[in-house]
């Protein structure tokens, strides 16, 4: 009996998030904000070590024979 009242209140929370996720456009942002501040990091990081102000996204195969940074 305990189990299930624990399973029910469990579901209960957990579809309770995700209502509220869905229609919450201000709760949705600030629950994705996290994911959104990791991305714009890794772009500075990567624009660091490119030494560019953009992130650079067209990188050539090495099996393309030429290198991405040569034409410029």
């Known amino acids: 009996m305990l189990f299930s ?3 029910i209140a469990m579901t209960a ?3 309770s ?3 509220a996720w869905f229609f ?3 709760l949705r942002r600030w629950m994705e904000e996290p994911k959104y501040r990791m991305l714009r990091q890794e772009e500075r990081f990567d624009a ?10 067209t990188a050539v195969p ?3 024979g ?3 940074g040569a034409e410029k």
Request: charged share 15%; hydrophobic share 40%.
């Open 5 to 7: 009242v624990l399973v």
């Open 13 to 15: 929370i957990v579809l």
């Open 17 to 19: 998030l995700i209502g």
């Open 24 to 26: 919450s456009p201000a």
């Open 48 to 57: 660091q070590r490119n030494g560019s102000a953009a992130p650079d996204r």
């Open 62 to 64: 090495q099996s393309h």
């Open 66 to 68: 030429s290198d991405s």
